[in-house]
């Protein structure tokens, strides 16, 4: 466990306090934890599929927990196309993406957008699950189409792109 982290864990539920401030989670009831020291330690009853994955599954709840509470979560989206930007208005993100309205959406408890360049849209939060939601929601308001390439991707995400009706780009 890093300086400045708690553990409490009350039957199934385990509870992280950070410098980040605090997250919660009920676990699997047939999976035990317990703490040790400066660890978390997480035990499986058999070895059997179901409890292996299990075991591994709530492992790695406990360590996003944990980051989430110390360094936090981001994800960053590119906007590519004329005219598509993104501003925030008040809290909300508002995004032109082609439509003939904007579309306004207002960030979950815990969430926080920043747009630090119109074509730029960075999601921040403790809850790496709750992260990466918002970041699907907002990628799924136009995702990126395959012949021009237009939309809103992840950044670094690879669009394969197609050569269209005639054959027009398509490599020889």
């Known amino acids: 466990m890093p300086e400045g982290v708690t553990v409490t864990l ?6 992280v306090v950070g410098p ?5 989670r009920d676990l699997p009831p047939v999976i035990t934890v317990r703490q040790e020291g400066g660890q978390v330690l997480v035990e499986r009853p ?4 179901p409890h292996r994955s299990l ?18 979560y981001r994800k960053e989206l590119e906007l ?16 032109a993406l082609g439509y003939s309205h904007p579309i306004r959406m207002t960030p979950p408890e815990g969430i926080k957008i920043e747009v630090p360049e119109p074509t730029r849209v960075m999601v921040l ?12 929601r907002i990628r799924a308001t136009r995702k ?15 669009v ?9 780009g398509a490599k020889t």
């Open 160 to 168: 394969r792109r197609k050569a269209g009706k005639s054959g027009k």
């Open 46 to 49: 058999t070895d059997s599929a």
């Open 144 to 158: 990126p189409e395959p012949y021009k390439g237009k939309g809103v991707r992840y950044r670094g995400e690879v």
């Open 80 to 95: 590519q196309g004329v005219g598509y930007r993104a501003s925030l208005q008040g809290g909300d993100l508002q995004l």
């Open 20 to 24: 980040r401030g605090e997250l919660s």
């Open 125 to 136: 939060g403790n809850d790496k699950q709750l992260v990466g939601q918002t970041a699907a």
């Open 10 to 15: 009350l039957g199934n539920s385990v509870s």
């Open 55 to 72: 075991h591994g599954l709530t492992r790695t709840l406990v360590a996003n927990m944990v980051t989430g509470v110390t360094t936090g």
